[in-house]
């Protein structure tokens, strides 16, 4: 397959080299060289190419049967994603993006309360054969157990940072990516001038629980729709207090650590903002949401309605605070040269449309300020070096996957170009915009 006379977009300088022919063979780039004027396969004039978009926080293949949502990822752009939680479903063939990575159970009390139960959960998932061990409700004592358990295995930590720990320490010890920026406090609690906040307890149950991992899973889908509404007066009042008690340099420095550690972050802008602000009118009114089922519609309004009927005005004002300062906070890691990727936590959450919420978050980025450039290292060169894959994608070049995107507009110079997805190539063979339009239904 020939593309010919396009535009080649290098993310990692954002060079773009007009007049190009990129030729595909099977599913790898067999040459990209000045154009030489005849037909192609694919017509690239006035189009540009890029690497395929990684949705680096998703979770797809928790359905039985993703094929929708896989299409509907692959028809925004997306050809291959974190998968972040042990799934039932498969991602397989041209039609559906690639898995990069996944893991097993999320770590929670159930499976890891304490941290004798953690470090055997990190070596039944090893022997499992998973790319990464993903925390989400542990305390500081357990994950130091498992980072020190998993560095053993060779496989990265990940997920949600322990409430109340150091957050300077986990980067130190190891922990591979940050998601939702912490959740919660997170991030935002230790750029506080008050310091950290001192952890909160979680009971572990006594004893081994038959198909624990089943009745972790469930809880979790249950909770997972918006996590915002378990929210407490007290954490609230905590959130009010690490706003007022915001120190700029404290946050800088933090993300300064960040980049020397190579500790990563994927702040999945959208989840959070779908959470903090899930009343907001905008979400019922997204024309997005023709895209997901009558059941996930009604789940997410239902989920809109109980957030503003627990909450007052006050209280809701305290989470669009916190959403603002993390907006903010996303500015300071890119400026200090922290690692970031682009995630969505599609599939589950209320508000997140597969596919679409990717284009969501790159807006949200641009919101926090970050250029149209660092957006797209985000989701294309970035998340091939987080996952060790330089060598095979990340970039338009010979030898590399043939995973690309073209677009109608230059993706360096306005982030709304990075919407203009007029073709996608996958594992070599060319989605046009119709069929684009067909994956979409």
């Known amino acids: 397959m020939l593309i010919a006379d396009v535009a080649v977009v290098d993310p990692r300088d954002g060079v773009v080299t007009a007049h190009q022919d990129v030729r595909v063979e099977g599913d790898c780039i067999a040459q990209v060289t000045a154009t030489a004027g005849g037909p192609g396969d694919v017509d690239g004039r006035g189009r540009f190419v890029v690497p395929g978009f990684a949705d680096m926080h998703a979770h797809p293949l928790n359905r039985a049967d993703p094929r929708r949502e896989l299409g509907l990822m692959l028809a925004h752009g997306i050809t291959g994603f974190r998968q972040m939680s042990g799934g039932r479903g498969t991602a397989r063939g041209d039609r559906a993006p690639a898995l990069l990575a996944t893991s097993g159970a999320v770590l929670t009390p159930i499976n890891a309360g304490t941290p004798a139960a953690a470090v055997a959960e990190v070596r039944r998932q090893a022997r499992a054969g998973v790319d990464f061990v993903k925390a989400a409700i542990i305390t500081p004592e357990v994950y130091f157990a498992v980072q020190a358990e998993a560095d053993r295995h060779g496989l990265p930590v990940v997920g949600h940072l322990p409430a109340g720990i150091d957050v300077r320490a986990a980067a130190r010890a190891g922990f591979r990516s940050i998601e939702h920026l912490g959740p919660g406090l997170g991030v935002l609690a230790d750029c ?236 070599g063979r060319h989605h046009d915009s119709a069929a684009l339009a067909g994956l979409k239904g």
Do not use: M, Y
């Open 192 to 427: 506080s001038c008050h310091g950290t906040p001192a952890p909160r307890p979680i009971k572990a149950p006594p004893f081994r629980i038959p198909f624990a991992d089943r009745v972790a899973a469930k809880l979790l889908d249950r909770i997972v729709v918006n996590p915002a509404q378990l929210t407490t007066p007290a954490t609230l009042a905590a959130t009010r207090d690490v706003i007022a008690s915001f120190d700029e340099q404290r946050a800088r420095e933090l993300a300064q650590e960040f980049a020397a550690r190579d500790t990563w972050n994927c702040p999945t802008l959208i989840r959070v903002k779908a959470q903090q602000l899930c009343d907001a009118p905008e979400f019922a009114a997204d024309p997005d949401l023709r895209h997901v089922t009558a059941k996930e519609r009604k789940a997410w309004t239902a989920a809109a309605a109980r957030f503003r009927k627990k909450f007052d005005a006050a209280q809701r004002e305290i989470f669009a605070g916190q959403f603002a300062l993390q907006l903010r906070l996303v500015k300071i890691l890119a400026e200090e040269g922290a690692p970031l990727l682009a995630g969505t936590d599609a599939v589950g959450a209320a508000w997140v449309v597969p596919g679409a919420s990717l284009h969501d978050e790159f807006d949200l980025l641009a919101q926090a300020g970050l250029s149209p450039l660092r957006i797209l290292r985000a989701a294309t060169v970035d998340p091939a070096r987080f996952l060790r894959r330089e060598r095979d994608a990340g970039v338009v070049e010979a030898g590399k996957e043939a995973d690309l995107v073209l677009l109608d507009a230059d993706p360096t110079t306005a982030v709304a170009h990075l919407h203009a997805v007029s073709g996608v190539i996958r594992q």
